[in-house]
């Protein structure tokens, strides 16, 4: 996993967020089901706690934040402003920072849960677990959009090459459904 690959996955995510917000953000039913609000706020705390976590800060606040936001609207507008945040931090780590491992808070309970212990990831490992991480919940959200009514958007990895690699479309989705 090179640095200039994960940024392109960040990118891609960051493009695939943005599609399947404007299909949310436009249907009513969407906007008002606690159970799609559910499924974004764990999407995008965990997007928000690891760049906390990379730079040694701390990602309670954000999870807390987030846990209160209680509709849509708000918590679209929480988490956009995330992506230029983790672009940033992306493109000053090399690959040498990349290597180094990096110690999540939560592993300790995850470990004592499990009964077993961890190995440590990567930097780059983590980078990649949240771009995988983000792609499992974009399925059930986009799940839960279709059982409401909605539309889900086609955001594969394969999509955004087939598309030319598009930028995120966040222009388009500011004020839907607002």
Known sequence: ??????RDLFRYTEWADAEVWR???VHDAARADAKLRGLLVHLHMVQRGFP????NGAWEPAMRKASSIDNVVDLHNWVQPYYAEAHRF???????TMATGVTMPW???????LGRTFSTPTLAET???VTSHSTYHRGQVNARLREVGGEPPLVDYIAWIWFGRPEPAWSEVMGVGQ
């Open 1 to 6: 996993m090179t640095p200039e690959h994960l």
């Open 23 to 25: 299909a949310v953000l």
């Open 52 to 55: 906390l976590v990379w730079q």
């Open 90 to 96: 992306l493109e000053s780590v090399d690959a040498a």
């Open 107 to 113: 592993v300790e309970s995850y470990q004592a849960q």
């Open 127 to 129: 980078i990649f677990q």
